[in-house]
């Protein structure tokens, strides 16, 4: 069965550190893969995707994130960490076959440190 | 261009009452898609409409149910509340159907049963 793992829970960085958000996902074929962020209270925002090509793709607030088949990972970076994108990040896996349905990791809550 | 809408904002209930919540998806999207966000159980998918039909449904029980309208709006209905049905329940929506698509979400729903 499909599955999404993220598997840092919290993690807290420094305002102005880089940052990596873990995701890892067990599919059959070619997923589709999305990172959004949800700020308390709020829906899910997207951040970036990747559907195909080039495996480093670019997303808004200044995200990027990685697709590496061979480690079943779509890591998500930015250089350097702003207050305000305290939040949390969710993995998300869709395909032709899932029925319209997204599968989502448990979510990685970030706080950042001033 | 207005993004997802969705009301009420917040919906306190007793148990055994029904609760229905509303959405509205971005104008020129035709599918609708449900989520669950409950605490400790992450994101799960509810019910999927495109074009009026009900595509897929997650593993929820029968009193979960919805149905989508003309214009494209949702309804998701909820009867004989229990306790654990207290989440958030976000709405997205897609230009075209299936989770390979873009899903673009609301701000959600806070149901709250008593």
């Known amino acids: 069965a499909q599955s999404v793992t993220q598997p840092d829970i919290h993690i807290t960085v420094s305002e102005g550190a880089s940052l990596e958000l873990r995701c890892n996902y067990s599919y059959g074929a070619t997923p589709y893969l999305f990172w959004y962020v949800q700020s308390p209270g709020q829906g899910l925002q997207l951040l970036l995707k990747y559907f195909s090509g080039d495996t480093l793709v670019q997303g808004i607030k200044g995200f990027e994130a990685e697709f590496k088949r061979s480690q079943s990972s779509f890591n998500l970076r930015k250089p350097s960490v702003h207050w305000s994108d305290a939040a949390e990040y969710f993995c998300?896996?869709?395909?032709?076959?899932?029925?319209?349905?997204?599968?989502f990791g448990q979510g990685t809550e970030l706080s950042v440190k001033p | 261009e207005a993004g997802v809408t969705q009301s009420p904002t917040h919906l306190i209930k007793t148990r055994g009452q029904q609760a229905t919540l509303r959405c509205s998806p971005i104008?020129?999207?035709?599918?609708v898609y449900w989520y669950q966000q409950a605490l400790g159980l992450g994101l799960q998918f509810l019910l999927w409409y495109d074009e009026g039909e009900e595509r897929n449904r997650g593993n929820f029980p029968p009193r979960f149910s919805g149905r989508q309208f003309p214009n494209y709006s949702s309804e998701l209905n909820v009867n004989a509340l229990e306790l654990e049905d207290s989440a958030l329940y976000l709405c997205a929506s897609s230009q075209e159907s299936g989770s390979y698509n873009e899903q673009f979400f609301g701000p959600g729903t806070r149901l709250t049963v008593l």
């Open positions: 104008s020129g999207h035709t599918s």
């Open positions: 998300a896996v869709g395909a032709y076959n899932q029925g319209g349905k997204l599968i």
